[in-house]
């Protein structure tokens, strides 16, 4: 859809034609001078100087002579952009003319020009097919320019003969939405469609046929929207004056569901088209209802009639109101006649007449029992009300209510024989038995008020009384699970748990008294002695477990001393030259680790020391010394064993000669 920025594109292209005109016209511009000439001759100032733009060059020029020049100009070339932008203006001024439908309107002009656009198009593609190439865009650029003048003079020609067309088919619509009092029962459609003529009447001045046809189009459909909308607001006036909806609910239903329908669209400024086509399916569902409404509502006026005149004789109005009675026949013998005749909105107000005029013949009728019958209505009402107010406190058949019934039921009897006084005597008696029987329910509601205020006093107190013992167990309920009685009071904790339980149940139940005991069994459970009990206990407990943690992490200093030393005894294996000793601190090693295993360890400490003590620092010197001694020894024996032993294998060697040679 073209909008008003159609002019500023049309003036870009105008722009880029008067540009591309400007670099197409012929232009003096660089030239090649060739000069054919004989052999060549280069003197100063002469042709064929180099720095000159000539050249000379052997030929058949006898020598001596200066050769003719030949001036070439460079073909035209047109830009990229250009030819872009003048195949962008065709484009858009046929999309225009296939937007006014021009074909219909002059099909060889429109023909002529898209066959010269779309040769230019074919043939600019085969001659770019292989890249852009500016002289041969030159040589396109003519045919396509005239093919887009083309367009532009078909535009101009027969624009404004289709804006014509169609804004005649607008003013059309526009009076018969005028005839159908669109202005005042669609006047926001309506509006919008006089704004939408107006604005579609400054394109059209402005030449932007585009947006002109587009306008009056639009303009067309609005009128028709609002005819369409003026004529469902008359139908829905007249079913909502005449009470028709009622008569066709459901098809009344549909037609407003297509009304709202349009309404949304209208909103959200959807679809004309749809829009119409609600409101002419709402506007056949509107015709049908006003139509049947009128039909059914003639018989329903008509069954009124009867049923007055039903009741007009029932009470004899035919006797006691002649004269009214015949002219109620007369009027009904009409309203008859009419609704045969199809007349069913005028058959309607007849029979309405007519019920009026039975209706008053009736009046005259029921003058004499008036008074009877609202006295039998004050007396039921009031021996109804009676009844319920004694039945809701079991007074239900004290004597004066039995005589109100009875009094009630034979004014019922006579005014069924039309005995009228004697109907309203006997009302308004059983009206009197009903008042003393609602004095005598007063009385014992009074008593009863009473005695349930002083039990309401009663309950009140015992459950003041109660409030604080179940406070007071509920906090120490709390205490207990809290500091977690279950695990090491178990007896302690069932017991207050349970009374605990019971006390809840009865004080939900407003037994208080009983609440009030068990909550206090709670509290004797759990006393504030008891809580001072498992306090001094859970004190004990952890006093004797930080002393056997002291005593244990005594114990295991003693014992890694005792192992350490020990491990020393093993490596210098003392066993062998302290047997004593070791067997000693062994054992007592042992012991340690025994008596740790069992969590005494206070001995396993003692036994500990006993290994330290065994193997103490000054043993262990000892052992030093001793053996340090006993090495020294050895070594002083082993020196003057080396020291003996030449001397004595010296002396057994002289011997053996001695022997040998029996010095003897």
Known sequence: MFKSKKPFLALLAILALVLAACNTSPSPGPTTTTTVAGAASETPGTPGTPGTGTQTSTGQQPAGETPPTVTQTPKPSVSESEMTNLFARGEELKAEADALALKELDAEAYGSADTQFA?????????????????????????LAASVSAWENLIQAKGPERVELIKDASD???????????????????????????????????????????????????????????????????????????????????????????????????????????????????????????????????????????????????????????????????????????????AYLWFMDASGAYGAALDESLERKGEAEAAIERAEAAVGESAKKAEAVDLGDNVY??????????????????AYIDSA????????????????????????????EEEAKRIEAEKAAADPAMADARTRMAWAENNEIKKDYPAEYKQASTSMQAADLAYANGRYVPAKGLAEDVSATLSDGFQAKVLADRKAIEEAAAKKAAEKAEAETAMEDAQARMAWANENKIVEDYASEYQTASGAMKESFN??????????????KVVSSTLSDDFKAKVEAERKAAADEAARIEAEKAAADPAMADARTRMAWAENNEIK
């Open 119 to 143: 040769a230019a198009k074919t043939r600019y593609a085969t001659a770019m097919s292989s890249g852009y190439d500016g002289v041969k865009a030159a040589e396109i650029k003519p045919d």
């Open 172 to 346: 059309e619509l526009r009076f018969s939405a005028m005839k159908a009092e669109a202005g005042e029962l669609a006047a926001e459609r309506f509006a919008k469609a006089e704004e939408t003529r107006a604005e579609a009447g400054v394109k059209y001045e402005e030449k932007d046929y585009v947006a002109a046809a587009e306008g009056y189009r639009k303009a067309g459909e609005l009128y028709e929207l609002s005819e369409k909308k003026a004529t469902a607001n008359k139908l829905r006036q007249e079913i909502f004056s005449n009470g028709y909806a009622k008569y066709s609910e459901s098809f009344f239903q549909m037609g407003e569901d297509q009304y709202e329908r349009e309404e949304v669209i209208w909103a959200y400024q959807g679809p004309i088209e749809e829009g119409k086509k609600s409101l002419d399916r709402a506007n056949e569902y509107y015709g049908f209802v006003a139509k049947a409404g009128a039909e059914y509502k003639s018989f329903e006026g008509k069954d009124k009639a009867q049923a007055a005149r039903e009741a007009a004789l029932a009470e004899k109005a035919d006797l006691n109101a002649s004269e009214s009675f015949a002219s109620a026949e007369d009027i009904m013998a009409e309203a008859l006649a009419n609704q045969g005749k199809g007349s069913y909105e005028s």
């Open 401 to 418: 209510l039995e005589e109100a019934k009875a009094s009630l039921g034979k004014a019922k009897d006579q005014y069924e024989e039309k």
């Open 425 to 452: 005597v006997n009302a308004n008696e059983a009206l009197n038995f009903a008042t003393m029987s609602d004095n005598k329910v007063a009385d014992e509601l009074a008593a009863r008020q009473k005695a349930a």
């Open 595 to 608: 008596a740790y295993g069992k969590e005494s360890y206070p001995l396993a400490t003692e036994k500990a």
